[in-house]
């Protein structure tokens, strides 16, 4: 099939703003249209940059025969208007649609691709029942804006995310303004260039809320004075929106996304409360070793393999051609792909979580003394018959640093796979370590520590962290968490410590799908802090955001196991 390219094509909104798309229609005929919503400069993306690098290649889908139009949302870019989060997606989008739905090149059916903010701009249309949507492949994406982004399923600050993203568009936004004569003065954009290319320059005085993207007057400082997940999160919580989607789903994600988490939980809403029985039952899952940007599989401290690499184009083709234009493929494609670490191969399954999924309790002992790797913190499935403590001090003037993990930016050191040495090291981490493995122990799933623990502060964090040691030494994290103790009940309802008290609470720690190996062991790291990938705790029950290193105060925390008090690991064990 031949195409026409067309550039900067104008299409009305419903309140007369004028958004611009690029489109590959047909050059005769009619087709199906995959649709990509985006704010990141539909030209920009094309030629690879942006969060959207992580998509199939628009030759591909026109190969396929497709049509396909790539649209800036509203207020970026080539598009009019004022760009603000979320806030216009289901209505831009759905216009959008229907224009698509107008052209004499389409065949009435029309399907959504993209990753990250893209995705989201595919669920507002989902749950929302649009006329000619026909299936949605978000990458990288989740319905859930608070604990599925912005914030941790904990309730701490993003804080490294938060201050790149925002960079990234209020310098977008304030270059728009320079080209078009608004503004004069560049001093804006060199301070938001600044904050962009160095992210990791937070650890010093200034107060999260004064930050070089702070005093935008729009959503940065929205997000800072919602620390909770009230009533400004629910509104854009769709989590709860499941049952409204009727149109399959392809979901796309990495164990090192920072939406991971909330990508795997989405597919699982859909597959048991999809509005429709082709949600339910056409619905798809697909989880590699990659992280936000990156599908190569390869980090400094780890490499998948080349079977590691993921190329989405012809996942995305077969997807559409069975759901938009009803081609079964001759073998059917398996409902759940993953790639399961460890031994670093492809497996597909049935379901998630995998039916024959076992949770096992990995408890957490010590004679006193598990600080740093080289303590004697012990991980075993026997439960240990004496109580004991572990004791560290935790002082936001000296946060743990980040150590990879699922974030942004993706920098080497900070993103995906790393070795551990760099922290582990440290006396406020413990590390509670397994046998050396004689058996493989393969672990799938959902991560969770179920911790016993106290302070003598009225509010502070527990970081958790899994890891797989090598026999050589190295120390690879696998997923990790953080709970903020103040919402160690509710996140809507912070609650404060009462110092001394011990309070058993629970530390989501994400998902993974890895193998321990023979000579390999299986190690938790437990701390207060994980910096800049999230905000540190002032350990004062006051409003973080806005308070300086001399508000802080030093915490003294104590993780209690044994006996009575069953800190333990709780892990997804798979044995066939």
């Given amino acids: 099939m031949k195409h026409v390219y067309e550039r900067n094509v104008p299409m009305k909104t419903r309140d007369g703003v004028i958004l611009h798309a690029d489109v590959w229609r047909p050059l005769e005929g009619q087709a199906p249209t995959l649709l990509v919503r985006l704010p990141y400069n539909k030209e920009g993306a094309l030629l690879g940059g942006g969060p959207n690098v992580s ?3 628009v030759i591909a889908l026109l190969n396929a025969g497709y049509a396909v139009v790539w649209q800036d949302t509203r207020g970026t870019y080539a598009s009019e208007g004022s760009f603000t989060p979320k806030v216009n997606e289901i209505e831009d989008g759905q216009d959008t649609v229907a224009w698509i739905l107008e052209q004499g090149w389409s065949d009435g059916s029309v399907g959504t691709y993209g990753a990250s903010y893209s995705g989201m701009t595919q669920w507002a249309l989902a749950t929302t029942d649009t006329p000619g949507l026909g299936a949605i492949a978000p990458t990288n994406a989740a319905l859930n804006w608070y604990t599925g982004l912005w914030y941790s399923q904990g309730g701490a600050l993003s804080l490294s995310l938060v201050t790149w993203w ?37 650890n010093d005085a200034t107060p999260v809320a004064d930050l070089p993207v702070h005093g935008k007057g729009r959503w940065f400082d929205d997000w800072l004075a919602h620390p909770d997940h009230d009533e400004y999160w629910a509104a854009q919580d769709w989590s709860g929106l499941g049952g409204s989607v009727t149109v399959p789903t392809l979901n796309v994600a990495g164990w090192y996304d920072l939406y991971v988490a909330e990508s795997v939980a989405d597919y699982v809403r859909v597959r048991t409360e999809g509005g429709s029985p082709r949600a339910r039952d056409e619905s798809r899952l697909v989880v590699g070793p990659w992280d936000h940007i990156s599908l190569t599989g390869q980090y400094p401290d780890r490499f998948f393999g080349l079977t590691g690499a993921g190329d989405l184009s012809e996942l995305h083709v ?8 009803g081609h079964a493929p001759e073998t059917p494609a398996p409902r759940v792909r993953l790639f399961v670490m460890g031994i670093d191969q492809w497996r597909d399954e049935e379901d998630f979580p995998l039916p024959d999924t076992q949770y096992v309790d990995y408890h957490l002992h010590s004679d006193g003394s598990a600080n740093t790797r080289n303590g004697d913190g012990t991980l075993t499935r026997e439960a240990p018959a004496a109580e004991g403590i572990d004791e560290f001090r935790y002082n936001p003037r000296d946060p743990v640093p980040t150590a990879g993990g699922a974030l942004l930016p993706a920098l080497p050191g900070l993103i995906g796979p790393v070795d551990q040495i760099a922290v582990d090291g440290r006396d406020d981490v413990l590390c509670y370590t397994g046998p050396v493995l004689t058996e493989p122990v393969e672990v799938t799933g959902f991560v969770e520590l179920k911790v016993f623990v106290s302070s003598t502060a009225v509010d502070t964090d527990i970081t958790a962290k899994l890891v797989d040691v090598f026999p050589d030494g190295r120390a690879i994290n696998l997923c990790d968490g953080i709970l903020r103790l103040r919402y160690r009940n509710s996140l809507s309802q912070p609650e404060l410590m009462e110092p001394g008290e011990v309070y058993e609470v629970t530390v989501p720690m994400s998902v993974t799908s890895n193998v321990f190996l023979p000579g390999h062991r299986i190690r938790l790291d437990v701390s207060s802090s994980n910096f800049p990938h999230y905000d540190r705790n002032s350990n004062t029950g006051g409003v973080i955001s806005s308070e300086v290193l001399e508000d802080m105060v030093v915490a003294d925390n104590t993780v209690h196991h044994g006996g009575a008090r069953p800190s333990r690991l709780v892990l997804p064990i798979i044995e066939r």
Avoid: C, H, K, V
């Fill in 318 to 325: 077969a997807f559409f051609d069975q759901t938009l234009r």
């Fill in 166 to 202: 925002n960079a990234l568009m209020y310098a977008a936004e304030e270059q728009r303004s320079l080209q078009s004569g608004e503004i004069s003065d560049p001093s804006a954009l060199l301070r938001l260039g600044a904050a962009l290319m160095d992210p990791l320059s937070l």
């Fill in 55 to 57: 998509i199939p290649s």
